[in-house]
């Protein structure tokens, strides 16, 4: 979560784009990623077993299929890469956590960070 | 990036419901390198490894997908498998002190890579890829075993996910031969101008990953 999202805020303001992280934690906002609200509905769908047809759907239709194929792939990457993390346990360097405090408060990854003991 | 296309069967998976087969009958066109990398990691799970066989290799997937283990190995595979965000410290020295860190981190290679292909095609709407028949090649040995268990759960270098395998050569190489098709090259991910042509560019690519990690937990 933590690197991905200063990578999302590091490549969104070199596009330009108003990110918002924010809507990585509620939906209901807007990223500022083109198509960041079908891309989120497909990842909660899959992970939480909700409206997986709907939300295939929507994410070819806003971004088209070969799009849908990306993130099909790179959902599958980060299931392997969490399973890595969580399996060995990597540590986090403390001084980039200190570095990104207000991104850790707005994202609540104190709190994922406190429950693991990392 | 200009990528071959090819059919949907040559990934060796079935259209398993109907709203996946109104796809295919709009594209069935994938590229070809996701197919490739999925194909030959399950050609690695089926060999040999450092201290596992094929044949116990293709055993801690099973266990992992079944839910079902019979073994310390596959308790672990299987944990890892299904609710990775629960697996503590604990959890591997337990794996470990049946098995040894390298089949450890094997298991933990191999359960992170099926996951990849298991929920590629979930989310394809196919069935999933069928698993290999072992080889019976012995293991290679090949540990490395000047590596220190430091604060991590496993003996690893220094260094960022990417080498937090690589107790086990062999494992760290296939887990790095993952990224280009199912997420973005090293080269790729250092420039954030970078659009899969046709497909998603990177603030796209990074929204999954921190949305994904954020649901499970995973801090890192």
């Excluded at chain 2, 990691?41 to 055993?59: H, K, N, W, Y």
């Excluded at chain 2, 997908?65 to 944990?79: C, E, I, K, Q, W």
């Excluded at chain 2, 591997?92 to 040894?100: I, K, L, P, Q, T």
């Amino acid at each position: 979560m933590f690197s991905h999202a200063r990578r999302l805020s590091w490549s969104g303001e070199k596009l330009e784009h108003q990110i918002n992280l924010k809507g990585l934690t509620d939906p209901s906002i807007d990223l500022g990623v083109p198509g960041g609200r079908e891309l989120v509905g497909l990842v909660d769908a899959f992970v939480t077993d909700g409206d997986q047809e709907g939300a295939r759907e929507a994410v070819i239709d806003m971004l088209g299929f070969e799009a849908f194929v990306d993130s099909a792939a790179v959902f599958g990457n980060f299931e392997m890469m969490n399973r890595i993390a969580e399996g060995s346990g990597i540590p986090i360097p403390p001084q980039l956590v200190e570095r990104e405090d207000q991104m850790m408060k707005t994202l609540g990854l104190y709190d994922i960070l406190k429950s693991q003991q990392l | 990036m200009d990528t071959e296309k090819h059919d949907a069967w040559d990934l060796h998976c079935h259209i398993n419901d109907a709203s996946a087969a109104e796809y295919r009958s709009d594209m069935p066109e994938i590229r070809t390198d996701i197919g490739a990398v999925i194909g030959a990691d399950f050609e690695i799970m089926a060999g040999p490894g450092a201290v596992l066989t094929g044949s116990e290799r293709v055993a801690i997937a099973a266990s992992a997908r079944s839910g079902n283990p019979s073994d310390t190995l596959g308790v672990f595979a299987s944990h890892l498998y299904q609710s990775p965000a629960t697996v503590a410290a604990d959890d591997v020295s337990r794996a470990a002190r049946a098995s040894g860190f390298p089949s450890v981190v094997e298991t933990i290679g191999i359960v992170a890579r099926l996951s990849a292909a298991d929920r590629f095609c979930e989310v394809m709407g196919f069935d999933p890829k069928p698993l290999p028949d072992p080889t019976d090649d012995a293991p290679t040995g090949n540990v490395q075993n000047d590596l220190k268990k430091r604060r991590a759960h496993v003996p690893m270098p220094p260094g960022p996910i990417p080498v937090a395998l690589d107790l086990v050569p062999s494992e760290g190489e296939a887990l790095r031969a993952m990224f280009g098709p199912m997420y973005m090259t090293e080269d790729e991910m250092s420039d954030p101008h970078f659009r899969r042509t046709p497909g998603l560019d990177t603030p796209q690519l990074e929204t999954i990953a921190a949305r994904i990690s954020l649901i499970n937990e995973c801090f890192y």
